[in-house]
Each structure stands twice: as structure tokens, then as C-alpha cells.
């Protein structure tokens, strides 16, 4: 597609469930990013890939987040044990290659609610 | 640790009134500095961009200047209009580490 795509954009989800997020970059974007934006707040980083490795997952807020990108494309987002402090917009965006100066491209967000 | 710090909101302006959001930064090397915006309902993207010092980014009539000495970024525009009503998120960059402020939302009324 020509911009980066997240499902679901909105997921209900019960405390303990696991959850699922997933992010198509746009074609040809080997750098990937996750960012989790709670109400009323900036974006908060939570890992970058660079082709098919977690190149930073300082952001993770702890072991029940991981996040994979097994072929150097779309990549997964994954939440074990929900809870109710999870519940926040979780944003991907995509930038091409090694140029820093570049442009992140988001996508337009998935919405978890965790009841 | 990189980090930004930006005006807090909200901002209610009148049409053609003048606006300056505030960016500060902190960062280690040599950051590329961004604003960004979010339209209702919409998703985060790009207004404007500097790379290095005293680079002024530009673009819909938003103008911010890249100031080492300060360590700033304003964000200004000189006539502001209903359909700028959004939130406004200062960035920066240093490598592949980005990172953004809290937002500042700006509502213009007619």
C-alpha cells in the first residue's frame, strides 16, 4: 500500500489476555519503529527494527511486550498478561534506509482498550 | 538522555492571530530537529524539518528556526486559521533514536 498500515485499528481486550498488533511498513522501509501514545501525551518509544532485528528495544516497559519482524517487513507487536495500564494508541512508523535525517512515516495507529 | 520539552497546551487563538509553540531539547551529538502534526482523527505526520544549526524548516506558512545556542526549536506562524486546530509534537533525532514531546494542542476559533 502506499502508507504504512496497523491492525486492528481497535482492539477490547480483557485484563490477562494476549493481544496481537500488527504493522505493514511501506514497501521498501527497512527501519521500523513502535511507539505507544497514552491520552493527552507525546509518543513513547518502544523498539526500532532495521531490517529483521530489534536494532532498540530499550523501550519496552517490560518482558510481557515483544515485538518481531521476521522478514524484514511487517512486523508484530505482541502483549502478554494485558493490563488495564496497557490500554493506549501503540503507533508504527516506517523510515527508508540509513538516511537520519529522514522522514518517519506513521501509520494512523491501533487503539487497545484492556477492560 | 535525549528528550524534548514543549509548551503546554492548550492553545486557543483567534483567526489570523499570531502563534509560537515552544521547543526545547536536550541531546547528545547532533540532533535533526522535527514538528509534527495529528489532525482530528488523523495520524502523525511531518509539517517541518531542520537538520543542522540555524536551518529554518518551513512549510504551510509554519516556520521554526534550529537554535544550538538555545537549544531550541519554536514553532511560529504568522496568521493562523481554523484548519490549523491539531496537535503539535516537537521532535528530535539523533541516529535512530527518536524522540518526541508531550504535544501541545492548538485550537483556532473563527
Redesign the interface.
Known amino acids: 500500500g502506499a502508507g504504512?498500515s496497523q491492525t486492528p485499528s481497535n482492539k477490547v481486550t480483557e485484563k490477562g489476555k494476549y493481544v496481537e498488533l500488527r504493522c505493514d511498513p511501506i514497501s521498501g522501509h527497512t527501519?521500523l519503529?513502535w511507539?505507544r501514545q497514552s491520552l493527552?501525551?507525546?509518543?513513547?518509544?518502544l523498539i526500532?527494527f532495521?531490517g529483521t532485528g530489534a536494532?532498540?528495544d530499550s523501550g519496552l516497559p517490560n518482558d510481557r511486550f515483544f515485538a518481531v519482524r521476521p522478514e524484514g517487513s511487517v512486523s508484530t507487536l505482541k502483549i502478554q498478561r494485558t493490563e488495564r495500564g496497557d490500554s493506549a494508541v501503540y503507533?508504527c512508523?516506517s523510515r527508508s534506509g540509513t538516511d537520519?535525517?529522514g522522514?518517519?512515516f506513521?501509520?494512523?495507529?491501533s487503539r487497545l482498550t484492556v477492560l | 538522555g535525549n528528550s524534548?520539552t514543549q509548551m503546554e497546551g492548550p492553545v486557543t487563538l483567534s483567526e489570523e492571530a499570531f502563534l509560537t509553540i515552544n521547543c526545547t531539547y536536550t541531546a547528545t551529538g547532533y540532533p535533526?530537529l522535527f514538528w509534527?502534526v495529528q489532525y482530528p482523527g488523523?495520524?502523525?505526520?511531518?509539517l517541518l524539518?531542520a537538520?543542522k544549526a540555524d536551518d529554518k524548516g518551513s512549510n504551510k506558512g509554519f516556520e521554526a528556526t534550529y537554535r544550538k545556542e538555545t537549544t531550541s526549536f519554536h514553532l511560529e506562524k504568522g496568521s493562523v486559521q481554523v484548519s490549523d486546530s491539531a496537535v503539535y509534537?516537537c521532535a528530535l533525532?539523533?541516529?535512530?533514536?527518536?524522540?518526541?514531546?508531550?504535544?501541545t494542542r492548538l485550537t483556532v476559533k473563527p
Do not use: C, H, I, W
Not at chain 1, 493527552?40 to 518509544?45: D, I
Not at chain 2, 533525532?93 to 504535544?103: K, L, S
Open positions: 504504512v527501519a519503529y511507539y493527552g501525551q507525546g509518543p513513547e518509544f526500532y532495521q536494532a532498540d503507533l512508523a537520519y535525517t522522514e518517519l506513521f501509520g494512523e495507529g | 524534548v535533526s509534527y488523523e495520524g502523525l505526520q511531518l524539518k537538520t509534537f533525532r539523533t541516529n535512530n533514536d527518536m524522540r518526541f514531546g508531550a504535544g
